[in-house]
């Protein structure tokens, strides 16, 4: 339960900072101005990296066992904030940029102790400590500034970095790196909110300061992993996991050389970039990229084991074949064309039956979630009154319900939010420890919550046929969590559990949005409903 809580916990620091951060952005100055390698057209405040650290950062300093290798990663997070949040400000020189990385990666090899001792074809036999470290170094940096430069496209450079941290911390986890695994849970859990923002057309960007702790956050995680946590893995590994970031950063930069330009030099000719120059749509391209590096992790995870030269026959095959199709569209003339479904089934969205059906699900969806989620608040808490010390837990909630219906905050956005969540995690945790998660009935009502937040979202992004780039995010996890709870016992409730609480969390931001008399009730039934479950747990 303590991985989810830093998953969920992240998250909701991020999402609860977003609207504040978006009002402040003007007066702190942290405005990202539209140019022309640039492709939005308007101005956006670029300060969900402030978001994305402190809501990482946070459940680590609640939860985990402090060591020296975690007080070397929080310096080395706090120097890129710093730097981070100086230059989305002023645009500082790639110079004084570096001089920000520099410190930070210096900071976590020297005061952690960390550095890559094991190279490929080397097997356990360590190299010299002065390689090691000029090595680790140069890898964290480019790691870094990897993800920094792929950060082009709305939920781009957090959509992949969300990827391979979640690949990190399931391998973390399968080799018990406790520490590692709640590190990348936590930096996911933050992405997660921000991305709830960034999806294109994204109302917020990450900035520098988002960018460059991803990068570095990951680089960090991936030493961490194949150094410490498991040695049996391949140092090649993060080359896969990392594979589409590195490449895009290697064939950018030397396509710039070779035009005699210098390697740090702005242009539009980045991977997502040439995908939109094809024919694709924003986040048409996004996808592409996101399924791209999907197929690398799930590579990555099924060859974990192999020898070093396969992995990286794989990831030279892949730089080779990946730059090879780009190179045989572009010199061959090749430009994407809509797919005939989308040609068929957009018209049907503006038929006036579908209109009106869309009307009658807008108005039925919300109701049934303002009805239904409360009472299997209840229902769980209910079964879980004799659990020790839960009493207590429900009192606190009881007295946060209260302030939400009485005081004159009520329609802050920020308590009914922090009231909600906290709520529906202690109704997650509830019936994960009475086992009422796993009976049939409560599985049916869950998926019929999930269908209900799809079903809302697509009938309120737009009245097109697509699907949104975190879609395919939240789907491939599920999946992934769907799978692993069949093969692994240990992920069986915690991936339901996971599935759960991200489930209701999306709902809980349908019914903030609906009608305000349907607020109130909601507030007065939660309120009631803690009052009634706390008497009888502590009685």
Not at 14 to 33: E, F, N, S, T, Y
Not at 245 to 250: K, Q, S, V, W
Not at 301 to 318: E, G, I, R, S, T
Request: net charge positive; aromatic share 12%.
């Amino acid at each position: 339960m303590l991985f989810i809580a830093c998953f969920l916990v992240a998250m909701l620091i991020a999402v609860l900072m977003m609207p504040a951060l978006i009002r402040m952005a003007v007066p702190w100055g942290l405005v990202d101005k539209p140019n022309a390698r640039k492709v939005h057209t308007r101005n956006i405040p670029r300060v969900g990296g402030i978001a994305i650290v402190v809501g990482a950062l946070v459940p680590l300093v609640l939860w985990a066992e402090p060591s020296r290798e975690l007080t070397a990663y929080f310096l080395g997070a706090v120097c890129l904030l710093i730097f981070g949040i100086w230059d989305d400000r002023r645009e500082l020189n790639y110079k004084i940029k570096f001089l920000g990385q520099i410190i930070a990666v210096s900071l976590f090899i020297i005061v952690g102790g960390v550095s890559i001792q094991w190279l490929p074809f080397q097997g356990l036999s360590p190299i010299p400590l002065w390689f090691s470290i000029l090595l680790t170094f140069i890898a964290l940096l480019g790691i870094t500034n990897a993800v920094n430069l792929v950060d082009g496209l709305d939920g781009l450079a957090g959509g992949t970095s969300l990827l391979s941290l979640g690949a990190i911390a399931l391998l973390a986890y399968l080799s018990g790196g406790v520490m590692l695994v709640m590190l990348a849970l936590a930096i996911a859990g933050s992405i997660f909110g921000f991305l709830r923002y960034n999806t294109h057309p994204a109302v917020i960007f990450m900035g520098d300061t988002g960018s460059q702790f991803l990068g570095y956050s990951i680089g960090v995680a991936a030493v961490l992993l194949t150094q410490q946590v498991n040695t049996a893995l391949s140092p090649v590994l993060p080359l896969i996991l990392m594979g589409l970031p590195i490449l895009d950063t290697l064939t950018v930069m030397t396509r710039r050389m070779m035009g005699g330009r210098s390697p740090f030099s702005a242009d539009k000719n980045h991977f997502h970039h040439r995908l939109m120059k094809l024919g694709l749509e924003h986040y048409e391209a996004v996808i592409v990229i996101y399924l791209v590096q999907i197929a690398l992790i799930v590579l990555a995870f099924v060859f974990k084991y192999q020898a070093d030269w396969v992995l990286l026959c794989m990831f030279v095959a892949f730089c080779i074949g990946f730059n090879g199709l780009f190179y045989l569209a572009e010199t061959g003339g090749w430009r994407y064309q809509r797919s005939w479904l989308s040609t068929v089934v957009q018209p049907l969205f503006k038929t006036q039956s579908v209109v009106r059906y869309k009307m009658v699900a807008r108005s039925l969806i919300r109701p049934f979630l303002f009805l239904s989620l409360p009472v299997y608040l209840f229902l769980c808490l209910w079964q879980a009154q004799a659990i020790d010390g839960i009493g207590l837990l429900y009192v606190a909630m009881f007295g946060l319900s209260l302030i939400l219906v009485l005081s004159p905050l009520q329609q802050a956005g920020w308590l009914s939010r922090s009231v909600w969540y906290a709520a529906c995690g202690l109704g997650v945790y509830c019936s994960a420890q009475t086992g009422l998660i796993e009976t049939v009935w409560i599985k049916l009502y869950i998926a019929l919550i999930a269908a209900a937040v799809l079903l809302s979202f697509q009938l309120e992004a737009a009245d097109n046929f697509r699907i949104n780039p975190l879609d395919v995010i939240v789907l491939v996890s599920a999946g992934l969590l769907f799978y692993l709870s069949g093969v692994n016992e240990h992920f069986d409730q915690f991936g339901a559990q996971l599935t759960q609480a991200i489930i209701f969390l999306y709902a809980v931001e349908l019914m903030l949005d609906g009608k305000p008399s349907h607020r109130s009730l909601a507030r007065w039934a939660l309120s009631f409903i803690f009052g009634i479950t706390s008497v009888l747990a502590l009685s």
